[in-house]
């Protein structure tokens, strides 16, 4: 082996030796290289979730300080909590602003932080400064203009600050995961060491990342909650206040100033809303302890307070009937107000229509059994009133029953009276409507009128010469004038000073006086009747024209002469209206449609023969009495009766000898077949034989 070869053999395992260990210290160097970058990296860790901490606090702090800012202009005052909450929070943020620029002084994101915070306390302070001065409208200016957008500059800074610190973790993650990956090519388990620290900066990165986000988010979220929340409390259909737990009112919507027209300034507390609300204090005492009584209810049972209705008084004096209930949040009442004000209205005029209805039933109830008992006392009235006539042709002229006689006659009379009233109750008696001058008729009543007028009282009349004609049955209409002027008579009567009545026919449109919205739009024939009596109060006006309802003496009035006055206007198609206070008279307006026809001339009846000369009648009535009665009145004239209770049996007796009758009557109302189905058949049996039908409805 020569000494080059000895050389050459020695000098590789030195070589090798240098290698190895020159491979030793670069992999010692590449570990100690990855380790200190790892301390490095789990140092700045360390930091940056100290500075995420400060962040967040910051965060917190700001929401905190803005949560007090809405509380104090919402007040529209600064309380002494507000003012000690509000220094605490401000002193806390510039700590941990201070903290911030220990750790880091020479970082722009922190300088940028300093002045948007500094520029946010500024603006709040300015708030503040203007809140307590009392210029709560300038205040509002400076929460809009300067405030909102100080604070949306201050988070934006922090949210940079935060992306700062993320981004260098990110870098020093990459850094580590360099220098991991040199140890790998070295020692195994200075690469799994790296590869696990890597991992680690990885997820600390994306957890950064993800609260990064999340918290943009959260702040975004709150700005928008906060202004849909206003949006809907100004903008709800329904007036809303927020009263604290001292009575103050924190806050009142739109709706609610345009509903009571009370500002803010107007009601700071709810001393002030018993006040002007509800101004009767016999009333607010009721109101006030009814609603504390409901507050201490609902807050011990946890739910509602309960909806009531109550009277407010609104700030232009008018009186709104509102719903008012509420709900405890927290230690505050939010309070609901709804204007049912319309609802009760309508309510009432529904109210109204159905009392009206339940007194038409009343009295076409009570029409038809004054009607039956009529057509019954009338039969009785016509044999009573016959008889006595018979009597009186039979005793002849001196004789000493003829007084009582004549006696019997007139209490009929009177009867006959009484029954033909009942019957125009009823409506009963047919109507003969046609074209007729109101002037005749109330001329030719006030001439009846004026020879019953007791002394002392004077009747004035007037008719205008445009009055127009109407569609009505003059007797009825005298009727009318009758029974007012007779219960005028009695308002004036005994009152020491002279009696006045009035009676007046003019033309009108349904516009000029009338009250009736249910009219149509015409022209009428107004006729008025009033006095200067006693006059009459709300209960007793609304009851005047009930049947038998008076406020008479005995003996002074039968309670039907206004019932018939309004039957007879309601047959007319006529309104009538009432005016009269006690004290003040009482005054009757009638409104009849006008007609544009010609009044027809009023002929003179046909004489009537008074001897029936032998003619037959045939005379049908259920009534056994009033078949004796008219069969003796009639043959006393001359007449030739043959009377029947049975229809059946008549007709059969016409139909045996249909000409042996010249005249036939019939009672209208018999049971089993009408006095019409009667002449119907009596028509088929013998079409040219005269039929007369009578009734007890017809006097």
Known sequence: MTGSSLNAGFASPSKHRIHGILIVLLAFAIAFGAIVANIAFLHFDK?????????????????????????????????????RRTQETQEEMGRAILSLEQSDPNVEALRLLRRSYDAYLLAVNEEFRLIKAGDIAQAQIIDDDLVDPAFDAFSQALTSTGAMYSTKVKRLGQLALFGSSLVLLLAMAAIAALVWRTQKAQAAAEEATTRESALARAQQALLESRDHFRKVVEYIPLSMALVGSDGTIEYINRKAIETFGYLPQDIPNMDHWWVQAYPDETYRAEVTALWMGLMREALAQDHEIERRDYRVTCKNGSVKVVAIFGVWIADKVLVVFEDITERKQAEAARLTLEAQLRESQKMEALGTMAGGVAHDFNNALAMIIGNAELARQDVGPGHAALVSLEEIGKACRRATDLVQQILAFSRHQKLERKATSLALVVVESARLIRATLPVGVSLNVECKADTPAVLADATQVQQILLNLCANAVHAVEDQGQPGLIEVSLSACDQTQNVTHGDLPPCRYACLTVGDNGSGMEEETRSRIFEPFFTTKSVGKGTGLGLA??????????????????????????????????????????????????????????????????????????????????????????????????????????????SGLQVAEALRDIRADLPVVLASGYIT
Do not use: C
């Open 564 to 673: 018939v006055v309004h039957g007879i206007v309601q047959a007319h198609e006529a309104r009538i209206e009432v005016e009269s206070t006690p004290g003040g008279g009482s005054t009757f307006r009638i409104y009849f449609p006008a007609i544009d026809a010609p009044v027809a001339e009023v002929a003179a009846p046909d004489a009537v023969p008074t001897h029936g000369a032998g003619k037959r009648v045939l005379y049908i009535d259920d009534e056994e009495a009033i078949i004796f009665l008219m069969k003796r009145l009639l043959e006393r004239r001359g007449f030739r009766v043959s009377g029947y209770t049975d229809p059946r049996e008549a007709l059969a007796a016409v139909k045996a000898n249909p000409d042996q009758f010249d005249l036939a009557v019939t009672d209208y109302k018999m049971p089993g077949m």
């Open 47 to 83: 930091e940056g979730d100290d500075a995420e901490v400060l962040l967040t606090q910051l965060q917190g702090l700001a929401y905190r300080l803005s949560a007090l800012e809405w509380q104090a202009i919402g007040k529209r005052e600064i309380s002494s909590e507000v003012a």
